[in-house]
C-alpha cells in the first residue's frame, strides 16, 4: 500500500494551496480517505474527511476554509486550502481507513509565512 503526497509549500497570508495524495495498493472505492495534520510539539489532528460516498467531515477550525474532495476513478484524494493561517504550519498526512485497519502517507509539509 502507498498513499503519496504531495503539494505542500510556503503559503504566504492568506494564501491558497492544493494538496494531492495518490493510493495505490488498496480498493480505493471502499476507503474512508482523510487528511490530518501535525504541528511542531504537538499531536497529530484531524483535518477532513470524505467518505466513499462523498460524504464530508471538517475540523471546525478549518470549516468553510479547507476543502476536501476525491477521484475513485484516479485514486486520488485531494485538500484545498483557502486563507491559510501562520498557525497552521504543520506536517499534512494523507489517511486511508476502513473497519479493520488504516494507512498513513509520508507527509507533506505546508508553512504559513507570518
Known amino acids: 500500500v502507498q498513499l503519496v503526497e504531495s503539494g505542500g509549500g510556503l503559503v504566504q497570508p492568506g494564501g491558497s494551496l492544493r494538496l494531492s495524495c495518490a493510493a495505490s495498493g488498496i480498493i480505493f472505492s471502499v476507503y474512508v480517505m482523510g487528511w490530518y495534520r501535525q504541528a511542531p510539539g504537538k499531536q497529530r489532528e484531524l483535518v477532513a474527511t470524505i467518505t466513499s460516498g462523498g460524504f464530508t467531515n471538517y475540523a471546525a477550525s478549518v470549516e468553510g476554509r479547507f476543502t476536501i474532495s476525491r477521484d475513485n476513478t484516479e485514486n486520488t484524494v485531494s485538500l484545498r486550502v483557502n486563507s491559510l493561517k501562520p498557525e497552521e504550519t504543520a506536517v499534512y498526512y494523507c489517511?486511508?481507513?476502513?473497519?479493520?485497519?488504516?494507512?498513513w502517507g509520508q507527509g507533506t509539509q505546508v508553512a504559513g509565512s507570518s
Open positions: 489517511n486511508a481507513r476502513d473497519s479493520n485497519t488504516g494507512y
